[in-house]
């Protein structure tokens, strides 16, 4: 029987421990503390995924060596700014030979890595062949209730993601490959951002119009930058692109579109982090995107007004004002960067 080891009892570890188990996989999620380990050994993660029964194949411990020995497949399923630490202590205790899932969607706020460099710079280049990010559109909470669902494996290694897709392919739960990894990663870590927006304008009381401008907008650059990292286009316009997109800007389940409610209803970055009670990645994605925009010479102006927002008490109201009052813009122009020929498009 394969044994999964998850590092990480929050909600996404639970939701992803219940797609194995349902599939008869023994899964052992590490936990912090014990008393959250008590809770899922006792059937439901009530912290992190209140009211989903959990599968007997599940268990939670909170030492880590018992946790990662003898597992096939090691889940890292942690935010974006423990996982290098955790990372450090397990590998010593995990096999040699073992699949290494992550599926934080962040990035390195202090190197503005993305987090597969960072598991190159701990666990050496060639272990990146046995690397899968796995991200797309999903909220745990729906996939902890088998709501059908499609997200991506990304890894330099195709048979690698494959292995990835085979582990979670269900009836419920559908795994596409990508081999653009850098692509797959910046899709999921920068639509967080833009969940923060699409959140703070649905506090201020707007419309699905602005929600859409946003989205659509913070698409173009999104794109703007995956590409000036080597990303391939298409990606955005897939599973970890828009498709994640969509989901987090849209739905009540997403902790970044909460907490831009909560400051767009008035209440300051730290109290809208605390109501949320979970990670909110995007505030750490913000200060990293906008320092990747600086040092790749591209233009993101919702990001930088979110980045205003957030850090340097920009009232949301003026935010808006300032995006609504940019300069006229070539819409095509402003995704690819280029000069695009009026005459070639009509
Ligand atoms: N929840 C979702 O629907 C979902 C879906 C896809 C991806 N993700 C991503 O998965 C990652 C984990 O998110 P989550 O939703 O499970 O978060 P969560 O807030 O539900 O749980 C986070 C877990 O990490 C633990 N943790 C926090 N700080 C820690 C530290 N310093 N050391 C060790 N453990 C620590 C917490 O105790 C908790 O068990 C994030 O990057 C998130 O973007 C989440
Ligand atoms: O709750 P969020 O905002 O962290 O979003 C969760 C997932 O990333 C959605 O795919």
Redesign the pocket.
Known sequence: MTKVAM?????????LALVLARKNMRVVL????QE?ADLINQGENS???PGITLHPGITAETDLEKVLFDAQVVVF???????R??LIKSWPLIRPDATIIN????LDESTLLRLSQVYAEEAGEAALDRYVV???P??????GRNIPTAVVAASRNLATAELVQDLFMSPNFRVYTNPDVVGVELG??LK?IIALGTGVADGLGFGDNTKAAMMTRGLAEITRLGFSMGANLLTFAGLAGVG?LIVTCTSM???NRRCGIEIGKGKSLAEAVASV???V?GVRTTKVAWQLARRQGIEMPITDQIYQVLFNNLTPREAVLNLMSRGKKLELEEVTGGNISWTLHN
């Open positions: 590092v990480g009892a929050g909600s996404w570890a639970t939701a590490w936990s912090r503390r959250l912290r992190y995924l399923a942690v935010p974006s700014h423990c996982f630490d955790l599926v934080a969607k962040g796995l991200s797309g999903s909220h745990a909470e729906e996939v999921g870590a967080n994640d389940h997403s902790r009670q979970m990670v990645e």
